[in-house]
C-alpha cells in the first residue's frame, strides 16, 4: 500500500504565526483576508495539490498516454509562474504549498513528446515557452518550428490555435521581438 512520507513534527506556534500574517495580507502591504476569501484560498491549493497527484498518477499508471505528462507540465508552469505575492500567501496558509519549477514543467513536457512524438502541436508550444523563459532561445526555436510541422498528429480547433501561436511567437523571436513570458 501506498504510504504518503513522513511528515515532520508539527510546529503550532509558527503555523499559527503563518496564518495570521496571511489574515493581516501576508506583512507586504496587502488588504487582509476575510474568513471566507482564506477558505477559498486553502481550497484551491487543496484542489492544485490532489490535481497534481491525480495527473502524477495516471502518469505512472499509464506509460504509453503522453496527455497525463502533458497535463502535469501545464501545472508545473502554471504554479511555477504563480506570482511571488500569491506564492508567499499560499506558504503562510498552507504548510505544504504547491511548489514546481519551470525545469520541471519543461521536463513533463519533453517526457510526452517522448512518449508519443509529435502528438500535438499543444505540448510543443508549451515546451517552447518552457524553454524561453529558461532562456534557451534556440531550443525554443525548434520546438516552435516542431509545432508546425506536418507530424503532429493531433488535430482540432486547439490544436490550430496553438499552431497559429507558435507561428507568431517564432515570427516574434525572429525578428528580435521581448518573448519574456511567452504567454
Not at 534556440?138 to 488535430?155: F, H, M, N, P, T
Amino acid at each position: 500500500p501506498f504510504l504518503p512520507p513522513p511528515q515532520p513534527p508539527a510546529q503550532p506556534a509558527a503555523a499559527e504565526k503563518r496564518r495570521d500574517e496571511a489574515r493581516r495580507g501576508g506583512g507586504g502591504g496587502a488588504p487582509p483576508l476575510t474568513a471566507e476569501q482564506e477558505a477559498s484560498l486553502r481550497g484551491e491549493i487543496q484542489a492544485a495539490l490532489e490535481i497534481k497527484a491525480q495527473l502524477s498518477r495516471a502518469a505512472q499508471r499509464d506509460e504509453s498516454d503522453p496527455w497525463a505528462r502533458f497535463y502535469l507540465g501545464l501545472w508545473c508552469l502554471e504554479v511555477a509562474n504563480a506570482p511571488s505575492a500569491t506564492r508567499k500567501l499560499a506558504g503562510a496558509l498552507y504548510p505544504l504549498p504547491p511548489t514546481a519549477t519551470v525545469e520541471e514543467a519543461a521536463s513533463e513536457f519533453e517526457a510526452a513528446e517522448r512518449r508519443a512524438p509529435g502528438f500535438s502541436a499543444r505540448n510543443r508550444l508549451a515546451l517552447a515557452r518552457a524553454r524561453i523563459l529558461l532562456g534557451e532561445e534556440a531550443r525554443a526555436r525548434e520546438w516552435l518550428s516542431a509545432a508546425l510541422s506536418a507530424d503532429v498528429v493531433s488535430g482540432g480547433r486547439e490544436e490550430e490555435r496553438a499552431r497559429d501561436e507558435a507561428r507568431a511567437l517564432l515570427l516574434q523571436l525572429a525578428s528580435g521581438g521581448e518573448a519574456a513570458g511567452a504567454g
